[in-house]
């Protein structure tokens, strides 16, 4: 009961994170700035870990009441080495020791390791943000641009001067590729495209792969993979409009032994 209740109260801190991870516009930098907001707020809660669980565990009490369920502690042993034993008599301090600070600290580490490679990435973009140049930035430029750095970097200043005039500071990937005009800054609107199209979750092709549990039925058994793989797009993406005409129209243009007159 008190491990269902630590994975709720966590859980509800991680779901804005968890639906932003499947959006299919989803942009690098927004996903690691909610990550790092999502993991300082727990670890605040991880800080003030005693009067949290305190609370949830009042909760607890009152549903054990309910359910005419006592709430007690595991027998302790000396000679036991494979779970957690400490000589702890309370229960709300036994759980708050032995269930809720470990799994914190658990999802915390979870979060840090699932978005380090993504902060080592980001570092090099970060420049196109605050408008610091850095070491980071020069190992960007010379893996994805073969180009001067002094234009490059005269480009960032232009860049940034020109959002302070007009009050415009992008928060994401795709909000800055809307306001880097290709004309004015070639070299940035090349690498924001570069940071809006690096992968951050597996959401959309798991999508796909859930789609074939409806298409892939016995009756479609023995389909050829190009039908499958079409009705797999059309499936997929239903917001893009398509007519009668379209189709008739792409299917003419394949030779058939038999000519349709229509």
Not at 59 to 72: F, V
Not at 137 to 145: A, N, P, R, V
Not at 201 to 218: D, Q, V
Not at 245 to 250: A, G, I, K, N, S
Request: glycine share 4%; charged share 25%; hydrophobic share 40%.
């Amino acid at each position: 009961m008190q491990n269902r209740g630590n994975r709720f109260v966590l859980f509800s801190y991680g779901l804005p994170l968890c639906k932003l991870l499947q959006k299919v516009n989803l942009d690098l930098k927004e996903a690691v700035d909610l990550a790092e907001v999502t993991v300082a707020t727990i670890q605040r809660l991880r800080g003030n870990i005693t009067e949290e669980f305190k609370q949830l565990f009042k909760e607890a009490e009152k549903m054990a009441n309910i359910l005419d369920i006592t709430i007690s502690i595991k027998r302790l042993s000396n000679k036991c080495t494979k779970r957690a034993n400490p000589s702890i008599n309370d229960p709300e301090e036994y759980y708050r020791v032995t269930i809720a600070i470990p799994y914190i600290d658990s999802f915390i580490q979870q979060l840090n390791e699932r978005f380090l490679c993504h902060k080592n990435v980001l570092k090099g973009f970060q420049c196109l943000f605050s408008g610091t140049y850095s070491d980071d930035f020069d190992e960007l430029l010379q893996f994805y641009l073969d180009t001067d750095k002094q234009i490059v970097k005269a480009e960032l200043n232009l860049w940034h001067a020109v959002l302070n005039n007009n009050g415009q500071h992008p928060k994401s990937g795709l909000e800055a590729l809307r306001l880097c005009k290709k004309e004015m800054f070639p070299n940035l609107h090349f690498l924001v495209q570069i940071l809006c199209s690096l992968p951050v979750s597996t959401a959309t092709p798991e999508r796909t792969f859930s789609c074939l549990k409806r298409l892939k039925t016995y009756l479609r058994n023995t389909m050829t993979e190009t039908r499958l793989n079409g009705l797999t797009m059309l499936a997929v993406h239903t917001d893009i409009p398509l007519s009668a005409e379209e189709v008739l129209d792409e299917l003419a243009k394949k030779p058939r032994k038999l000519d349709f007159v229509l």
